[in-house]
């Protein structure tokens, strides 16, 4: 493998930064070179927000449109957005949740439903993992996206305890404890 | 869990996973930097937390967030003149709020060295416009380093203050939005905590520090023979790689990572030449590069500034180079990614770039505009202005998260300039206007920063419109940072001035909030409103660090009759639709704030009853 590129993709306020940060680091202890970068800024009140990762013999942090191997949405309006950026034969992994956008609400636009995802994976031959769980704590949707990422191991090289240590890395003893014990049991979850 | 301020401050070399503006503040401990000032603004302000990160005991240098940027650039002067090594941070556009005192800088003989570090925003990401402000450079002879990833942005941190203190000039680092957040393992050095020094600010020894009459020439020379030495080492900063082919490429910063992302395999048929110093430019390095090819592209994100100069240079030095340069008025505007890279480089050269394989078909898209977050304490105010402005009307944004009041459905905030210019462009509106009333609006920490003098003129010279000041306690945008109204309160300030009219309100009262807006709107002097609610983003997040997660939030009830009005008016984006038009709460979002209840014309909106609120630690 050269190179792999994940591009993140979530609505401001759903936790895109801590998901972006615990998979650099997770690549960084697997031994491969990783880079990345975040959008920050006006978009974060209630807009798109990204983050782009990079592994392996690659230059600039920002992805490419088209040219995706991984894309992690946290929202379904979102996962179609960001089945944009993916290239032909790449797998899309998203949190089925639904945060309104503007246009959807005003009554301009209908919502996306995830048959309308479905149904654009299937055409466009997309590899889908559609994650949704009963969750104490809906900050914990990246945790989900996480443990399904780390489950079929949809990051070359990437095992997880790599995962588990980056996300010891970040988090204090409490958080990190609730956190690994929802993430292991959706890794071993059938 | 890994402490970044215990890392930032060890003694031994370690290497870690930071972003650009975290790997500056390792650079600045490292440098021996000991006055650090700022105003806070993208794509800058994680500089700050980085330092905060570092509890104040143990930080081996002064911070502080100034009132605007040119106090803090003054700021970080004075320490400099005294031989404290200093640095000043702030977003692009603040460089035009830094202009006046800034332009004087080279003049100066700065005994500690200044470092300005500025984050430019091509893109326009979170700034009004993507100024290049590469112009500040040439303009006030000062140097700017250009580097493009996080290692190179503590790397060159650490030549800028060592060269600033060695000619006691002012050095520019000069970040873009995506340099300053690149995110990498970044190796630092050592630190060696330095000894006190004593401030050793003396005219006699040093001076003229007075650019008046006789001494501007004097002043002028001496930044001119430092900008002389700036181009000698601005050669060790050009990088290339070795000739293999008859084109080259120059070009500096993030596109060139760009750039080898885009032409893959193909670097081999091109040549680079990547420049670290984007002013002054290192004139042997380039005289070569065109010497050794036939055709040269400039590839440079934003203005043409290294363009003219290549040019000048080969004609002064008459190179028969065919020089590429900007090809279309689209090589003028938005960041240099990789896609744009690929765009601007296929029309010159398309054999260079890589092919890529995308999906077939596109997606359907649905526009996600930014917002107002759920309880914002604006939201109650542009609801009542969009009912109680005419069309006629004219409402003056300024810069904040209000700003977003423009935006469907209020449209509230019709003309924006810079921050705090909206007093004064909203006097400007008033005369000769007796027709239409104008309302401005500026929040609290742009009160402060740069809204004092519209205010003082508007009182001076009597003009007539209606100010809404959005105090919301604290500068929200950029990630809740204190301003001075911690300790000055914005009332007694605007009493004392002599503004007759003042009203305060907390915007969750909604039928008082419309009554004082009526009034203020229907009087016939300068007068302010202030509109106040706490941040409510910064309260959530601060009730959550309490440990308090689950809260009662709103639901709509059965007397629900689909007016709507809560979510296509008052648009608190926890109203969603579901199939078949009803109105729910999203529960995601709801934070139980009930600033919504009002709005409802048939009562259909409850607080969930709620036993218990929580498990408080």
Same mark, same amino acid.
């Given at each position: 493998?050269?190179?792999?590129?994940?591009?993140?993709?979530?609505?401001?306020?759903?936790?895109?930064?801590?998901?972006?940060?615990?998979?650099?680091?997770?690549?960084?202890?697997?031994?491969?070179?990783?880079?990345?970068?975040?959008?920050?800024?006006?978009? &974060?009140?209630?807009?798109?927000?990204?983050?782009?990762?990079?592994?392996?013999?690659?230059?600039?942090?920002?992805?490419?449109?088209?040219?995706?191997?991984?894309?992690?949405?946290?929202? $379904?309006?979102?996962?179609?957005?960001?089945?944009?950026?993916?290239?032909?034969?790449?797998?899309?992994?998203?949190?089925?949740?639904?945060?309104?956008?503007?246009?959807? $609400?005003?009554?301009?636009?209908?919502?996306?439903?995830?048959?309308?995802?479905?149904?654009?994976?299937?055409?466009? &031959?997309?590899?889908?993992?559609?994650?949704?769980?009963?969750?104490?704590?809906? $900050?914990? &949707?990246?945790?989900?996206?996480?443990?399904?990422?780390?489950?079929?191991?949809?990051?070359?090289?990437?095992?997880?305890?790599?995962?588990?240590?980056?996300?010891?890395?970040?988090?204090?003893?409490?958080?990190?404890?609730?956190?690994?014990?929802?993430?292991?049991?959706?890794?071993?979850?059938? | 869990?890994?402490?970044?301020?215990?890392?930032?401050?060890?003694?031994?070399?370690?290497?870690?996973?930071?972003?650009?503006?975290?790997?500056?503040?390792?650079?600045?401990?490292?440098?021996?930097?000991?006055?650090? /000032?700022?105003?806070?603004?993208?794509?800058?302000?994680?500089?700050?937390?980085?330092?905060?990160?570092?509890?104040?005991? *143990?930080?081996?240098?002064?911070?502080?967030?100034?009132?605007?940027?040119?106090?803090?650039? @003054?700021?970080?002067?004075?320490?400099?003149?005294?031989?404290?090594?200093?640095?000043? !941070?702030?977003?692009?556009?603040?460089?035009?709020?830094?202009?006046?005192?800034?332009?004087?800088?080279?003049?100066?003989?700065?005994?500690?060295?200044?470092?300005?570090?500025?984050? #430019? =925003?091509?893109?326009?990401?979170?700034?009004? +416009?993507?100024?290049?402000?590469?112009?500040?450079?040439?303009?006030?002879?000062?140097?700017?380093?250009?580097?493009?990833?996080?290692?190179?942005?503590?790397?060159?941190?650490?030549?800028?203050?060592?060269?600033? *203190?060695?000619?006691?000039?002012?050095?520019?680092?000069?970040?873009?939005?995506?340099?300053?957040?690149?995110?990498?393992?970044?190796?630092?050095?050592?630190?060696?905590?330095?000894?006190?020094?004593?401030?050793? !600010?003396?005219?006699?020894?040093?001076?003229?520090?007075?650019?008046?009459?006789?001494?501007?020439?004097?002043?002028?020379?001496?930044?001119?023979?430092?900008?002389?030495?700036?181009?000698?080492?601005?050669?060790?900063?050009?990088?290339? /790689?070795?000739?293999?082919?008859?084109?080259?490429?120059?070009?500096?910063?993030?596109?060139?990572?760009?750039?080898?992302?885009?032409?893959?395999?193909?670097? #081999?048929?091109?040549?680079?030449?990547?420049?670290?110093?984007?002013?002054?430019?290192?004139?042997?390095?380039?005289?070569?590069?065109?010497?050794?090819?036939?055709?040269?592209?400039?590839?440079? @994100?934003?203005?043409?500034?290294?363009?003219?100069?290549?040019?000048?240079?080969? %004609?002064?030095?008459?190179?028969?180079?065919?020089?590429?340069?900007?090809? =279309?008025?689209?090589?003028?505007?938005?960041?240099?990614?990789?896609? *744009?890279?690929?765009?601007?480089?296929?029309?010159?050269?398309?054999?260079?770039?890589?092919?890529?394989?995308?999906?077939?078909?596109?997606?359907?898209?649905?526009?996600?505009?930014?917002?107002?977050?759920?309880?914002?304490?604006?939201?109650?105010? %542009?609801?009542?202005?969009?009912?109680?402005?005419?069309?006629?009307?004219?409402?003056?944004?300024?810069?904040?998260?209000?700003?977003?009041?423009?935006?469907?459905?209020?449209?509230?905030?019709?003309?924006?300039?810079?921050?705090?210019?909206?007093?004064?462009?909203?006097?400007?509106?008033?005369?000769?206007?007796?027709?239409?009333?104008?309302?401005?609006?500026?929040?609290?920490?742009?009160?402060?920063?740069?809204?004092?003098?519209?205010?003082?003129?508007?009182?001076?010279?009597?003009?007539? !419109?209606?100010?809404?000041?959005?105090?919301?306690?604290?500068?929200?945008?950029?990630?809740?940072?204190?301003?001075?109204?911690?300790?000055?309160?914005?009332?007694?300030?605007?009493?004392?001035?002599?503004?007759?009219?003042?009203?305060?309100?907390? /915007?969750?009262?909604? #039928?008082?909030?419309?009554?004082?807006?009526?009034?203020?709107?229907?009087?016939?002097? %300068? +007068?302010?409103?202030?509109?106040?609610?706490?941040?409510?983003?910064?309260?959530?997040?601060?009730?959550?660090?309490?440990?308090?997660?689950?809260?009662?939030?709103?639901?709509?009830?059965?007397?629900?009759?689909?007016?709507?009005?809560?979510? /296509?008016?008052?648009?608190?984006?926890?109203?969603?639709?579901?199939?078949?038009?009803?109105?729910?709460?999203?529960? #995601?979002?709801?934070?139980?704030?009930?600033?919504?209840?009002?709005?409802?014309?048939?009562?259909?909106? @409850?607080?969930?009853?709620?036993?218990?609120?929580?498990?408080?630690?």
């Amino acid at each position: 493998m050269k190179s792999f590129s994940i591009f993140m993709i979530g609505v401001g306020g759903q936790g895109i930064g801590t998901m972006s940060e615990i998979l650099i680091r997770a690549v960084d202890y697997s031994g491969q070179k990783c880079i990345g970068v975040d959008t920050h800024g006006l978009a &974060q009140r209630g807009g798109v927000v990204s983050s782009h990762l990079k592994i392996g013999d690659v230059n600039s942090p920002l992805v490419t449109q088209g040219d995706v191997d991984l894309v992690l949405a946290l929202e $379904r309006h979102e996962a179609l957005r960001g089945m944009n950026y993916l290239k032909s034969g790449g797998t899309l992994v998203y949190y089925d949740t639904s945060w309104q956008p503007l246009p959807v $609400r005003l009554g301009k636009e209908s919502e996306i439903t995830p048959e309308e995802i479905e149904n654009f994976a299937q055409q466009n &031959q997309i590899k889908l993992y559609k994650v949704r769980y009963d969750l104490p704590d809906v $900050r914990m &949707q990246n945790i989900a996206v996480l443990a399904t990422v780390a489950k079929y191991k949809l990051i070359p090289s990437v095992e997880i305890e790599d995962y588990l240590k980056a996300m010891e890395d970040l988090m204090n003893e409490k958080v990190f404890k609730s956190n690994s014990e929802l993430f292991l049991k959706i890794v071993n979850g059938n | 869990m890994k402490l970044l301020g215990e890392m930032l401050v060890q003694q031994s070399p370690f290497s870690e996973i930071v972003i650009g503006n975290t790997a500056i503040v390792r650079a600045m401990v490292e440098s021996g930097v000991r006055v650090v /000032t700022s105003y806070p603004g993208s794509p800058t302000p994680e500089i700050a937390e980085a330092i905060y990160s570092i509890p104040e005991s *143990k930080r081996p240098f002064y911070f502080e967030f100034s009132t605007n940027e040119k106090v803090a650039l @003054e700021l970080a002067f004075g320490a400099s003149i005294n031989g404290f090594t200093s640095c000043v !941070f702030f977003k692009s556009v603040g460089m035009n709020v830094v202009a006046d005192s800034f332009v004087q800088l080279s003049m100066m003989e700065l005994l500690g060295g200044m470092v300005i570090v500025i984050g #430019d =925003d091509p893109g326009a990401n979170s700034s009004q +416009n993507e100024q290049d402000n590469r112009h500040y450079g040439r303009l006030s002879y000062t140097p700017i380093l250009e580097p493009k990833d996080a290692q190179e942005v503590y790397d060159m941190f650490l030549k800028a203050v060592e060269y600033s *203190k060695l000619l006691r000039s002012p050095v520019i680092l000069r970040l873009t939005t995506h340099t300053a957040h690149f995110k990498q393992k970044v190796n630092f050095g050592k630190y060696i905590p330095s000894l006190n020094q004593s401030p050793v !600010f003396d005219v006699e020894k040093y001076g003229p520090y007075i650019p008046i009459a006789n001494n501007v020439p004097v002043m002028k020379r001496r930044a001119l023979e430092k900008l002389e030495k700036w181009k000698e080492i601005s050669e060790e900063f050009a990088y290339k /790689t070795q000739y293999k082919s008859k084109r080259g490429i120059i070009t500096a910063g993030l596109p060139y990572l760009s750039l080898l992302d885009v032409v893959g395999e193909n670097v #081999d048929k091109v040549d680079i030449l990547r420049l670290g110093m984007v002013y002054p430019l290192p004139r042997r390095a380039i005289v070569e590069f065109l010497k050794s090819h036939e055709e040269v592209k400039i590839l440079e @994100e934003l203005d043409d500034f290294i363009e003219q100069v290549v040019k000048s240079i080969a %004609f002064e030095e008459n190179i028969n180079v065919r020089i590429i340069g900007k090809v =279309d008025i689209d090589d003028w505007i938005g960041e240099y990614t990789p896609e *744009k890279v690929a765009s601007v480089l296929r029309k010159v050269w398309q054999d260079l770039v890589r092919p890529i394989y995308p999906i077939k078909s596109k997606p359907r898209v649905i526009q996600r505009p930014p917002q107002l977050c759920p309880g914002c304490g604006h939201r109650p105010v %542009f609801y009542v202005l969009s009912k109680i402005l005419s069309n006629k009307d004219i409402s003056v944004a300024d810069i904040g998260c209000h700003t977003l009041g423009f935006l469907e459905p209020y449209k509230v905030g019709q003309v924006l300039l810079s921050m705090g210019h909206s007093t004064s462009t909203a006097s400007g509106l008033s005369l000769f206007n007796t027709s239409r009333k104008v309302v401005a609006f500026l929040g609290d920490s742009t009160f402060f920063h740069a809204g004092l003098p519209g205010i003082i003129n508007a009182i001076f010279n009597n003009h007539k !419109f209606t100010l809404v000041v959005m105090e919301n306690g604290t500068t929200a945008m950029t990630g809740h940072q204190d301003h001075a109204g911690k300790k000055i309160k914005i009332r007694n300030l605007l009493e004392s001035m002599g503004v007759k009219h003042i009203w305060e309100v907390d /915007t969750y009262q909604q #039928d008082k909030l419309e009554e004082v807006l009526r009034q203020a709107l229907n009087t016939d002097e %300068f +007068n302010v409103v202030i509109a106040k609610h706490p941040c409510m983003l910064k309260f959530t997040r601060e009730r959550r660090r309490k440990g308090i997660v689950k809260v009662p939030q709103m639901r709509v009830t059965n007397k629900c009759t689909l007016a709507n009005v809560c979510i /296509t008016r008052f648009a608190c984006p926890s109203f969603q639709r579901d199939e078949s038009g009803n109105v729910y709460v999203n529960k #995601d979002l709801c934070i139980g704030d009930g600033s919504c209840i009002p709005v409802c014309p048939s009562v259909a909106l @409850e607080l969930e009853k709620f036993e218990s609120v929580g498990d408080e630690k």
